[in-house]
């Protein structure tokens, strides 16, 4: 009966030891055991690439959404000078037509003017 508590107890260190012994990578990240002093200084320059590849990415990617921006407030300022411009190009239009009449109506002596204030109406009174 000794003998059987004996290889129990074997065969459950040698389970414990078999799991300690091999550990799988993830446990090593963990522990810090595969990421030493050695590991960084053997992929010193890998890792320094990949730091200036990131950094460049986060550079670009701040430069692009600045861009963006501009290109926004640069196309509302632009629909703003083309609304601004119908309305001069229509109130320009409008002085040549008025200025072509005038010339016309005095060409012709007809003797009209031009209103400055709009027509009144007149309220005759019921009595």
Do not use: C, H
Request: aromatic share 8%.
């Amino acid at each position: 009966m000794a003998e059987t508590k004996s290889k129990g107890t074997d065969n459950f260190k040698k389970k414990n030891t078999q799991k300690r012994q091999s550990p799988t990578w993830i446990s090593d990240i963990r522990s810090g055991r595969s990421l030493s002093v050695e590991f960084f200084k053997k992929n010193a320059w890998l890792l320094m690439v990949f730091l200036v590849a990131i950094l460049s990415l986060m550079g670009l990617r701040y430069k692009t959404k600045t861009k963006m921006e501009e290109i926004k407030r640069l196309t509302a300022e632009l629909q703003r000078a083309e609304s601004s411009k119908l309305q001069e190009k229509a109130a320009y239009m409008s002085l040549i037509r008025e200025t072509e009449m005038k010339r016309l109506v005095e060409e012709r002596g007809l003797g009209l003017e031009f209103q400055e204030f709009p027509p009144y109406e007149l309220q005759l009174e019921k009595d």
